[in-house]
């Protein structure tokens, strides 16, 4: 949420940032600052009518009186009516904006993304290489079939190998976190309204959640719980900045059209991923963001797949984020670099949302910081390691890191 200060202060600046990511048109900052305006007027003709009604409660009140606080009464109650409906539309129209984003992010769409840093060579083949769904069904790691039968198109089944390929991914990636001294949060699955607006997540994306019959959402990232764990709290500054990695399964109902050659598991409803978080001091927020780039970067290198970081436009990124560097891996079969992280600083957009702040050094209350970065999402990694790491044979080279979860070297054709 953007502070209505600064879109009243500075509406220039707001409204030349915003068109970074959103057309012309498409928001108006004159509007929302005349419901704050109307609010303002609103809460000083409520504080005034209640101050004359508290100047006669001390006294004996005459039938005269009486009957003007009945009246004083009756005006506050409109009032108060008035302003609830304000402040809502206000809330509302606040909501709806997106981050402004960061000076060094560029405006336009993914057309405009900026590849920073590249890992690695791609892989070159003396054979003819299979894509990831022909090598996970031959090597028997993902029944899609099965998993059609029990839940519909856009979920796989991880069987044998496949499963524990999968589980040492996660295990990897907590034995990385821990070393690093992150906290390990192992929150619920489902979210009620009020997390998923203070994630940034409503009201925009609404229909990309799954929904139960009791108003809660499933959580399409743990970035949406690791948000809320500390919703309307306040911090002391000593303890930021607070590091935190969770794991959950993550379910999107990607309510677009499949793309053919995002078969497999390049897109789906679930998937797992383990999630990093950090609650920082707004003036150390740029370390912090560094700091998980860089630590997302070292959990693709530990397993030696080639990939490049992307700088993305402002258009490309996700609404709550005011600058996000993608972390993408190569995909052979598909000729193209697929995100596996998007490292993530919110600034305080998420902590204003969810009410989150800390006493500074002069014991003034203070917005913080929220960062997030995938450490790391799997459902494109076992199809790049598949697709990387393949031989002339069928069989699939196991990554040194995994080896001691996985049992095993290289995944055969049996």
Known sequence: MLDINKIRNNKKEVEKALLKRMEKGSFDLEEIIKLDDERRELIKKTDELKAERNKFSKTKPSQEIIEKMKTVGERVKDFDEKLNKVEEELKEKIFEL?????????????????????????????????????????????????????????????????????????????????????????????????????????????DDLYWTQDGLCLDATAEM???????????????????????????????????????????????????????????????????????AEKLVEGLGLHYQSSLLAAGDASAAMAKTI??????????????????????????????????????KNEFLHTLNAS????????????EQFQEKDGSVKVPKVLRKWVGKKKLKII
Request: hydrophobic fraction near 35%.
């Open 98 to 206: 997106p981050n402004l984003p960061a000076d060094d992010v560029v405006a336009g769409g993914k057309e405009n993304n900026k590849v920073i840093k590249t890992f690695g060579k791609q892989p070159k083949f003396k054979f003819a290489p299979k894509d990831h769904v022909e090598l996970a069904t031959s090597l028997g790691l993902i029944d899609y079939e099965r998993a059609a039968k029990m839940s519909g198109a856009g979920f796989w089944c991880y069987t044998g190998d496949g499963a524990l390929l999968e589980w040492a991914l996660l295990n990897y990636f907590i034995e990385f976190h821990k070393k690093n001294n992150y906290k390990f949060i192992f929150p619920p699955f489902l979210l009620n309204e009020a997390s998923a607006y203070a994630s940034g997540h409503l009201p925009k994306f609404r």
């Open 375 to 386: 450490g790391l999402a799997t459902s494109r990694l076992i199809p790049a390691i598949l």
């Open 326 to 363: 993608d972390i993408e891996i190569w995909i052979p079969s598909m000729n193209e670099y697929k995100e596996v992280s998007s490292v993530s600083n919110a600034l305080d957009y998420q902590a204003r949302r969810a009410n989150i702040r800390f006493k500074n050094k002069d014991g």
């Open 225 to 295: 719980m690791l948000n809320n764990f500390h919703r309307d709290e306040i911090l002391d500054e000593a303890e930021l900045p607070k590091k935190y990695f969770a794991y959950s399964a993550c379910f999107r109902r990607e309510a677009g059209s499949y793309r053919k050659e995002e078969r497999g598991m390049m897109r789906g409803h679930q998937f797992n991923k383990i999630e990093m978080f950090q609650f920082t001091h707004p003036e150390k927020s740029g370390e912090a963001f560094d700091e998980m780039q860089k630590y």
